[in-house]
């Protein structure tokens, strides 16, 4: 007979990730029409090995598996893809480390020490730098920050084991489902203050919420039911029959439907979020591998717990912990399609819009990185080789800088030299890293309701020599050379991918007031702006604080021109921006 599981464990839900998928591009397909296939990486939690695996999508590959602390449960990946942080909420001993890992590297940034915050759990991503982690054994839910590992808030909830964690509302709303106390906690964000308890049943474990934070999902594990509660209201609206043990829940994009996973019955339960009724019920058909020293046993189950969905909606991941495998499950046609083998005891799984870099670029797996996420060290020689990267790691920053507007100037003939030198249709295309410190830049400016406007990208290097032709001046041009083997040797760190020339808009798009117009080749364009005024100039200096906040090194004669962190790790490239050529 099923042995119900009374321990206080399980998996968070966290919101799908905003970011838009970012993609990784063979500068062959800059101009193409047709956008190119998105090559996106699935984290997947390994309970039982204290490892998380990154996995290779849509192909399935494990391309890396890092070590992380005791009993990693949950994840969660930063809106630009670029980190994602692991709970490890411990063993027998309680855990009370955050683990930070570079997903484009493959390597482990470092561990985050909550001290006496101990068991966190669940874990969601506010903003790029801060994410919402809950801690059982404190009974809170805190707020760190991922670069300080600084515990900004701390949010008491005082119910028994507060488990899960979800946000909406732009980051403003949270709910933590707390399983021995059979509740959600509402919790306002901004004023980092605890509004209300809720009852919703016992075993409150799994939780949901709306894009507009008013709509709380929360599944009963020990009732067999799933709650709607009204965040506003603060009180529950519904009440949904779902046995066996419904653990998970996790809305779809267009937040039609709620997912559940039920741990004792082994399947999935699909609920129509609009008539608040069962929709269907999917059969996983998964058979179980024994207990085997797992959390849970239910004889026979393959206990699915954690779940994940694609943006686009058409698929999910669903992490069976007593059958080591993540089932691929096609959400139009509503059948498994496929499994994972990740590692032993899978159960919370993470989307990142960003691939994994080929090992030889990435420095060596698990390795501490560097503050900027770049995995550079010191010293040169082969670690430095080893962390050039080749033109394959250039991604399309328009996929991954979230409300960047771009605007590529020499694309138009609206530019210095008069006409268009980019091809119609060129892309935004940086470094991996480098795009990913540019999405921590606009996550900063959001919450100012600004935007960032892009004016170039990578530049080939055969431009750069047309320009060094038409304005030898190196205040403002970079001396293009190329060594005796005719490849290039001195150049702009836009001829690596590193380098992004960019403005403040408003909203709406609108650009702001600036010094000087792009590519204003005089004195007035320096950053010590002499001619400003006091508008332009307070503009210019935001731009500038933000893009330093993130790692980012102004040029001092044009107050648009940024050099991305760990810039000098890159290969001058001379692949042109058009079709029918490759890396």
């Known amino acids: 007979m099923a042995k119900r599981a009374r321990h206080p464990l399980g998996t968070p839900i966290r919101p799908v990730p905003a970011a838009v998928p970012a993609l990784v591009l063979a500068l062959a397909l800059a101009a193409a029409p047709a956008a190119p296939a998105a090559a996106d990486t699935l984290l997947v939690a390994n309970k039982s090995e204290a490892t998380v695996s990154l996995v290779a999508l849509p192909g399935g590959e494990v391309v890396a598996t890092l070590p992380t602390g005791a009993g990693p449960h949950e994840i969660a990946v930063s809106p630009g893809g670029a980190t994602a942080v692991v709970a490890d909420y411990g063993g027998r001993e309680p855990g009370s480390t955050l683990t930070v890992v570079d997903v484009p590297r493959a390597r482990v940034l470092r561990t985050i020490d909550l001290g006496v915050h101990r068991r966190p759990h669940g874990i969601v991503f506010l903003d790029e730098t801060r994410v919402a982690v809950t801690v059982e054994a404190a009974k809170a839910l805190l707020v760190v920050d991922v670069g300080s590992g600084e515990v900004v808030r701390a949010v008491a909830t005082g119910q028994e084991v507060s488990h899960m964690v979800a946000v909406g509302a732009g980051g403003s709303r949270a709910a933590v489902a707390n399983i021995g106390s059979g509740s959600v906690t509402l919790v306002d964000l901004a004023a980092g203050e605890k509004l209300a308890d809720v009852a919703t049943g016992a075993g409150a474990e799994g939780v949901a919420m709306s894009a507009d934070g008013r709509w709380v999902w929360v599944t009963n594990r020990e009732a067999d039911t799933v709650t709607l509660v009204d965040f506003a209201e603060r009180q529950v609206v519904a009440t949904i029959p779902s046995a066996d043990f419904p653990i998970r829940a996790e809305l779809t994009p267009d937040g039609r439907h709620l997912l559940v996973t039920n741990a004792e019955s082994g399947d999935l339960t699909v609920i129509d ?26 004889e026979g189950s393959s206990v699915p717990i954690g779940v994940e969905i694609a943006p686009d909606g058409r698929r999910a991941w669903i992490a069976h912990a007593n059958a080591d495998v993540v089932q691929v ?255």
């Open 273 to 298: 979020t609009a008539e608040r009724a069962v929709a269907r019920r999917v059969d996983l058909a998964l058979a179980g591998s024994g207990a085997d020293g797992r959390l849970m046993d239910f």
């Open 329 to 583: 499950l096609d959400l139009e046609s509503w059948k498994p399609v496929g499994v994972i083998r990740a590692g032993k005891e899978p159960d919370g799984m993470a989307w990142s819009p960003l691939d994994v870099a080929p090992a030889a670029e990435r420095g060596g797996e698990g390795a501490a990185g560097d503050a900027d996420g770049s995995g550079a060290e010191a010293g040169g020689g082969e670690a430095e080789e080893a962390g050039r990267a080749n033109a394959g790691d250039l991604v399309d920053a328009a996929g991954v800088v979230p409300g960047m507007v771009v605007d590529l100037r020499y694309a138009t003939p609206d530019n210095f030299v008069g006409e268009a030198v980019y091809p119609e249709g060129a892309r935004c295309l940086l470094r991996r890293p480098v795009a990913a410190a540019l999405a921590r830049v606009a996550a900063r400016l959001a919450e100012d309701d600004l935007r960032l406007k892009a004016w170039d990208c990578y530049r080939p290097f055969a431009v750069q020599e047309r320009f060094w032709a038409s304005v030898a001046d190196e205040r403002y041009v970079a001396r293009p050379a190329r060594g005796e083997d005719g490849r290039p040797a001195e150049g702009s760190r836009h001829n690596r991918g590193a380098a992004v020339d960019v403005t403040l808009a408003d909203a709406a798009g609108s650009e702001l007031a600036m010094p000087t117009a792009y590519d204003d080749f005089s004195e007035r364009a320096h950053r010590d702006l002499p001619d400003a005024t006091p508008e332009s100039a307070a503009n210019a200096r935001r731009l500038e604080a933000a893009m330093a906040a993130e790692g980012f090194a102004g040029l001092p004669t044009e107050w648009w021109h940024y050099d991305g962190p760990g810039w000098e790790r890159y290969d001058l490239l001379d692949l042109p921006l058009a079709a029918g050529n490759t890396p």
